[in-house]
């Protein structure tokens, strides 16, 4: 292990950290897990992301350092779950410069908040903004066509003196349909459904859609040029890749005929295709020929990330050393299998407790795993220095922190998430420690507030997890077989594991914690 970290030198922050030790904190581990994760989807709200990022000077507002000029110039469309509450706080900051806007959300959302009493997320009875309701069940339908439609209007009708804020979140491609004709919106939702289910990557699908696309891929900066286009992202993709989010509507990119055709080609699909879809990929920059002429618009756009998971984890470290942890963040791009994740989250925790000098072979497997789960080496020969120091020099209990969108194979028919599953895989991975109750815990949430088709968004345990479902007659192995987490949570202990925040009306992927408190080390 010293082989390993030395590579590596002592960073400052690590001597500014030392010098002063966490605060005592009486609340229990488990309060403190969720008043973290708490911090973390609080920092990602809707108005807050975008209250942070649009500073207003009379009439100027500056917007990621670049300055832009208000006269009654400003138009806004926007798509996506959480594009109600953005559009909100950017009417309540500019609204009085704001000529017309129209955003494209999902069917049902203005109730849903009202029941919630989100009224701040909603837009005034006398705004500018026409909101169009859509896409049920997270797909394109009808109304979220003319939502596109209505959106493209608006962009086409607008001169080199007009500025368009575009508010883009997760969902937002499934609220942003726009096929080019004569493909039909069924026609393309079969083409999708079927790569998708062919196993396609999220790539490939979203190479696909920009192909059948006349938004998608940068379709919609080009409608609008020579207009100002601002986009503010609210980011719900691991390493937030601004041409994947919602497909990339303000991010150009060309479509290559012979790349479509290759992928088509290998998921058997090419003989399948309707005979619109073939016709429109017979012709060469059919996606916006009857529209403006070609220009280059990368002048004219601005593409702001002003919320990830990044920011969410950043913030929750920062609650985290309030309640006396030192927090420690791994890595924002966790993905890969919840078993191999599971695994690594062990790992660190048996490195992290280890009263002796920790065996060089953990740290071997931890970095074995790293590429499996979407982390790199340095980050985790980083993490492992820290906790390291943290172990030797007594600096008290840890907050590791985590973010991304793991994968679970499907076994069963049980109801649960990746979170709530990887929760008990992780518990089941403490128990080998030997230290609960007075061990590690660790909690999986998604910030979207609901993790597969539960009302929770996760849950928390920690090593006593086996111990506790079998003295309540739950065989852990037989619900974690048939995906039956959810289920699991409720049963045991009264569902006091569940973590159930409700409606938080954002999303950005998931958060992961395990909180490691100070262990007694023997000095040889």
């Known amino acids: 292990m010293a082989r390993v970290l030395s590579l590596f030198r002592s960073q400052p922050f690590l001597h500014l950290v030392a010098r002063r030790k966490p605060t005592f904190c009486k609340m229990s581990m488990d309060t403190r897990a969720r008043e973290v994760f708490a911090a973390a989807v609080e920092a990602v709200q809707p108005d807050t992301v975008v209250c942070q990022s649009i500073e207003r000077k009379e009439d100027s507002v500056v917007i990621d350092g670049r300055t832009f000029t208000l006269k009654h110039n400003l138009h806004l469309v926007g798509f996506g779950k959480a594009v109600l509450g953005m559009a909100a706080e950017v009417e309540r900051i500019v609204g009085d410069h704001l000529v017309k806007g129209v955003i494209s959300v999902p069917h049902g959302i203005q109730q849903t908040l009202q029941q919630h009493g989100k009224d701040h997320l909603l837009l005034k009875e006398n705004s500018r903004i026409k909101v169009i309701e859509g896409a049920k069940h997270n797909l394109p339908d009808p109304d979220a066509q003319k939502a596109a439609e209505e959106i493209k209007h608006l962009a086409s009708e607008l001169t080199e003196k007009d500025l368009l804020i575009v508010l883009i979140s997760g969902g937002g491609s499934a609220l942003l349909p726009a096929p080019i004709p004569p493909i039909t919106l069924q026609e393309k939702l079969d083409v999708t459904c079927r790569l998708a289910g062919a196993g396609a990557t999220i790539q490939e699908l979203n190479t696909i859609r920009r192909a059948l696309s006349l938004l998608k891929g940068g379709g919609l900066a080009h409608h609008a040029h020579p207009a100002q286009v601002v986009a503010l992202i609210l980011s719900d993709v691991i390493g937030d890749p601004i041409d994947m989010i919602a497909s990339g509507p303000t991010v150009m990119s ?9 992928i088509l080609e290998r998921y058997k699909l090419l003989n399948l295709l309707p005979t619109s879809v073939k016709e429109v990929l017979d012709k060469p920059n059919s996606r916006w020929k009857e529209n403006k002429e070609e220009s280059d618009t990368s002048g004219h756009v601005l593409n702001a990330v002003i919320g990830s998971n990044g920011v969410a984890l950043k913030h929750a470290g920062l609650r985290a050393r309030e309640l006396g942890f030192l927090p420690v963040v791994l890595s924002p791009s966790v993905c890969g299998d919840v078993r191999s994740v599971s695994r690594l989250y062990g ?19 931890v970095l074995k795993l790293g590429p499996e789960v979407g982390v790199e080496s340095w980050d985790l020969c980083r993490t492992m220095q820290v906790l390291e120091k943290g172990r030797t020099e007594g600096w008290g209990a840890t907050c590791l922190l985590a973010g ?3 994968t679970v194979e499907l076994t069963g028919k049980g109801r649960g998430g990746r979170n709530q599953e990887l929760a008990m895989r992780v518990g089941l991975e403490l128990r080998s420690l030997g230290l609960s109750p007075k061990g590690p815990v660790f909690l999986s949430g998604g910030t979207d507030g609901q993790d597969g088709p539960t009302e929770a968004a996760g849950a928390i345990t920690d090593g006593g997890l086996y111990d506790e479902a079998k003295a309540q007659g739950l065989d852990i192995d037989n619900f974690l077989i048939n995906n039956d987490s959810y289920t699991f949570f409720s049963r045991l202990s009264g569902g006091q594991q ?27």
């Open 404 to 406: 991304g969108e793991p």
């Open 347 to 365: 790992l660190l925790a048996r490195f992290a407790c280890s009263r002796e000098e920790p065996p060089p072979d953990i740290a071997t497997e």
């Open 254 to 262: 060309r479509v290559w005929p012979e790349e479509v055709l290759s």
């Open 498 to 524: 569940l973590l159930v925040p409700g409606l938080t009306c954002t999303n950005v992927m998931d958060v992961h914690m395990l909180l490691i408190p100070a262990i007694p080390i023997i000095i040889r």
